[in-house]
């Protein structure tokens, strides 16, 4: 058992467990016809099934319970803190996997020559009185009875006055901002607190109107809303319930990594030695000074970011993107394929960083410019 958790505890450091959590995602919510096509071949469609459903939630209980022997696991989701995130994680898959299975099924349907099942249920009369106003009475008693339950079982996580001479460790914002807080360890704070929040919100705004598909409307369908649905979760999961999950779970004292079974030891110190990509250019590969001019102190950088966001965009038209293109035309296309660009900045720079201590790909600091 203590070589699983060990297993558990490298699979787990994000170097290992965002790229594995990346190609999971691609994989079962394939963008395009070919990913399609190799998701229908490997049959991983059935996890959308009830069967894949039993078999996902027995494999995420038992390993809970598992978890719960081990005194450090049994620490962290036992917190009054973040019992709300274990419980978060539990309701993100069900409702993952039960609206996937409504798309598949629906898709089965049309694909036979059937109404989806919400054409058939829209044809049955629903008054608001009783059947409504019953379900709204019964939901808001369950929820009373939860919230009185978790109030007598957990204490509040009420903690000392505020005292500025002393600081938590590790401080932590709220679980809502720990997305932006982990963020912040990639990015400067105008990036990682207006720029991207806004451009992924925007993104999602988007999806609609780059995705209008007429095909689809008005019931759950993941063969006619195959990039819509794509990107959306690959959004939500990625840059959302993954930092949120990783700033609860695996930053511990000093904001280092910590497994779900290790113990969060304050005197850990992990050897990082973060590097500017053109530190990594001049001095590391060329074994020189770093230039004293800065556009050419920088050039790798802008090279870099020019050739993503210039370069890159025709030469997706052109391959993977293809039929998008096509669908699309060419300005809906320049507005998704910029916004899908600088979302995937976000998860690019993070396992730069992870992988190789890239800490900016452009530094000018003497302008307050870090990209």
């Known amino acids: 058992m203590e070589a699983f958790k060990e297993f558990i505890n490298t699979a787990t450091r994000p170097r290992i467990l965002f790229p594995a ?8 919510f394939p ?32 390993f809970f319970v598992f978890g719960l022997t081990d005194p450090n696991f049994k620490k962290i989701v036992t917190k009054p803190d973040n019992v709300p995130i274990v419980s978060l994680l539990f309701l993100v898959n069900f409702f993952l996997w039960f609206s996937m299975k409504q798309a598949y099924e ?18 049955e009369k629903v008054l608001v009185w009783p059947d409504l106003v019953y379900i709204e009475f019964i939901s808001l008693i369950l929820c009373t009875i939860l919230l009185i339950v978790w109030s007598i079982l957990l204490k509040a996580p009420l903690e000392e006055p505020a005292n500025p001479t002393v600081s938590p460790n590790p401080s932590k914002a709220p679980w809502y901002f720990l997305g932006l807080q982990e963020m912040l360890v990639y990015f400067d704070p105008w990036l990682a607190g207006v720029v ?32 819509a649905v794509s990107i959306f979760v690959t959004l939500w999961l990625l840059f959302w ?25 304050v005197n850990k110190l992990e050897a990082l030695t973060n590097v500017n990509l053109s530190e990594y250019f001049y001095m590391i590969w060329f074994k020189r000074q770093l230039p004293h001019n800065i556009l050419l102190r920088e050039l790798p950088g802008f090279a870099l970011l020019i050739s993503y966001f210039v370069v890159l965009p025709p030469l997706l038209a052109k391959t993977f993107f293809k039929n998008i293109y096509k669908s699309l035309g060419a300005f809906r296309f320049s507005v998704f394929i910029v916004l899908l660009l600088i979302a995937a900045s976000l998860p690019m720079k993070m396992f730069l960083r992870w992988a190789f201590n890239i800490k900016y790909l452009i530094a000018i600091p003497e302008f307050f410019f870090n990209v």
């Open 241 to 265: 319930i993954f930092l949120i999950t990783v700033g609860t779970f695996l930053r511990g004292p000093n904001w280092n990594f910590f497994g779900p079974f290790e113990v969060w030891d």
């Open 21 to 28: 959590l990346l190609v999971f995602t691609i994989f079962m």
């Open 106 to 123: 629906n898709d089965a349907r049309v694909a036979v020559g059937r109404e989806p099942q919400e054409a058939v249920e829209a044809k």
């Open 31 to 62: 963008p395009n016809e070919f990913l399609f096509k190799i998701n229908k071949k490997l049959r991983l469609y059935k996890l959308w099934t009830p069967l894949g459903g039993i078999v996902l939630f027995s494999l995420m209980i038992a």
């Open 196 to 227: 991207f929040p806004t451009m992924i919100i925007l993104g999602l705004m988007a999806i609609p109107y780059l995705d209008n598909n007429k095909k689809g409307r008005g019931y759950y369908s993941f063969k006619e809303r195959k990039m």
